[in-house]
Structures are given as structure tokens and as C-alpha cells.
């Protein structure tokens, strides 16, 4: 095995750092992390480079594989001029365990520093064997980043990580300067706009979701629901249409960065009703554009925001509840304001991209 040592003494300016991460509607949360670390300024990274290295994207499974051999070659390559200064791998769950898991063994064998960044929300359901295999690659890499300390015990606890250093990240998200919208002002035109941004299944509880629409009240304000995100939107229009509903309700499928934050900002709520989650970034965005949250107290979620201040937390699967705070929201307007307010406070002080960049620039030249 080479050292650190040694692969530090190799010529060359060690300057990339690159982001591993699936890219486009494959990526999800970790490609979008991957996005912000990318469009942020040169000068939040203290002379490194981020620059990205996709192992997952349209084109499928298979194709994946041969991402990540590109992927280990270029680690190889920049290795060899010296140019390289580390690998940040965001990690989610089933095979990008695997994939995610040879990147992190082969920098480990170069004596090249590698984070890796767990987004993974379902951790708990792996069988036994993969549980085996996880505890092994955070054993060779050089720090492991998590969304909060919820994580952090459960890595220590549960699989006896005890040696490699473990470090806490909240999650941050780019909202530029005025794009939040102002809802101290007169209360917006019918029909007010319900928003979901995720990928359409069962985890992100979107049936639930079309099942509590449809139980508002005839005398609730005038809505409309936009179900944004890729998956099969078929089945879901269908569930909406039998509900009644199918007018009211709308599924544009995958939208860019751009387009999510435009969404979001002419929102007059957003509702995440999910099963599992870690610190999900689409309620940090509705959060700092003074959209009021409707979410599930799952993940690092009931760990970084507070009940009834920044968000509205419901239990996964409460239907009834669900309903009844979406009514809530929608006939009070004084509710939607104040929740505004403290969710913008909450974004500024916590989760901005300033606040995420510099903490992240601090981990990694923590162990370079």
C-alpha cells in the first residue's frame, strides 16, 4: 500500500477535488450536493478545485459500471501527476454502497484522502452482509461526513466505527438574494399552490399525499397541487383522478435545479410527507424562499428544525393529520406568514450555502 506520505511527496500542484455523485434525475439529493459544491466561488474551497466524477446517469445499470471504471481511471491519472488532493464520495443506499465502496478502497490504496458523504436514509434495512461490507469501506476512509448526530451514533453504535473520524454537516442549499418571496403582503390570489418536489413513490408518501388532498373540506380556500418529480406519474394521476381530484392536481415530472427553485418560490406551501429521509434539501429550499413546510419527523429532520416555529411536523402515514394541517395552512394566512418568517430565520442562520460551503472547506482541510 502507498502512504499519504508518499503520495504527497509525488510532483505536482495537489489541487482537484473530486466530487463523486450520480448527475441529473438519477442523482436526486447527492447530485444536487454535488451541484452546489460545484457552482460555488473558488475562493469557499481555499486553492482546491471541486470538479465532478459521475458514477450513475440516464444511461442505466450497466452503463453505471463503466462510470465508475472511467471514474477510477481518472483518480489514477490525477494520482500520478500529482494533481489530485482528494476524493469526496456522496454515498447513498443499495448499489451505491457497492459502487461508492471500490472508489473508497482504491483511493485508500493510493494514500489518496477520501470523504465520504452519507446521504443514505435506509440504512437499517440492509441485510447483514451489506451491513458487513459498509462498516469495512468507512473503515478505510479517511473521514466519514453525516447529516447530524443521529447518524453519527448509529455508525458508531451500530457498526462499531469507532476509529475513523466522524463528522456532523447540515446540509445547506444556494437561494440568491431576493428570490424569497414576501408573505407579509396582501394574501395571494386563488387557487393558493400546493407543492411537492421529489421522486413519485411510496417512501416519499405521495399516495398519502393525493389521499389527504382529496379529504379537505368543499369550504377550504381554492388550491391546486403540483407533484413535481420523476417517477410513475400515471399511477398517481390515476389515484387523483379516482379521488376526485384530478383536476386540481398537477405532475410536471422532473424539473432542473432552476426550474425546482421557480416552483418553489411561487409556492404558497410545500408538503413532504415522507416515510424516510436524511436532512432533505427541498425543504431547506422552501425554507429559504419563506415557503411553510409540511414534513415527517424522520431522519436528522426533528434534530435540525423545531415543531410548530420553522416547520409543520406530521407522522409518516397520519392521513387525517396530514389533511387537517394542509386545511390549516391554507385557510390561515397569518400561519403561512409567521411560518414564512421563522423559516427564513432558521435557512439564514443554518443552512445557507455560506454556512454549508465553509464548514465543508473546514472538514476537508481538517485531514489534508
Known sequence: MISKAQATQRPGHASIAYIVAPDGAQGGGMGRVKDYILQAPPTYWRGLTPLP?????????????????????????????????LVHVNMGDRMSLLRKGIIVCVCQRLGVPVFLHLHAVELDKLPRWALWALAAVFRRATAVIVLGEAYRVWIEQRLGITRTPIRNLWNGVPIAAGNARCRAQAPPEPPLRIVFLGTLGERKGVADLITAL???????????????????ALMYQAQAAAAGIGDKVEFPGWLDQHEAQSLLADGDMMV????????????????????????????????????????????????????????????????????????????????????FSNSLANIWHEFI
Open 53 to 85: 466524477l459521475i458514477t450513475r446517469d440516464a444511461g442505466g445499470r450497466w452503463h453505471s459500471w463503466y462510470l465508475l471504471l472511467l471514474a477510477i481511471r481518472k483518480i489514477r491519472h490525477a494520482w500520478r501527476d500529482g494533481s489530485l488532493a
Open 214 to 232: 382529496a379529504q379537505l373540506p368543499h369550504g377550504a380556500p381554492q388550491w391546486r397541487a403540483i407533484l413535481a418529480g420523476p417517477g410513475d
Open 272 to 355: 413532504l410527507p415522507s416515510y424516510d429521509e436524511g436532512l432533505p434539501l427541498v425543504v431547506l429550499e422552501a425554507l429559504g424562499l419563506g415557503v411553510p413546510v409540511i414534513t415527517t419527523p424522520v431522519g436528522v429532520v426533528p434534530e435540525a428544525l423545531t415543531h410548530g416555529r420553522d416547520v409543520i411536523l406530521v407522522k409518516p402515514g397520519d392521513i387525517g393529520a396530514l389533511a387537517q394541517n394542509i386545511g390549516h395552512l391554507l385557510k390561515d394566512p397569518r400561519s403561512r406568514r409567521d411560518m414564512s418568517q421563522n423559516g427564513l430565520e432558521k435557512f439564514r442562520s443554518t443552512f445557507s450555502i455560506d454556512s
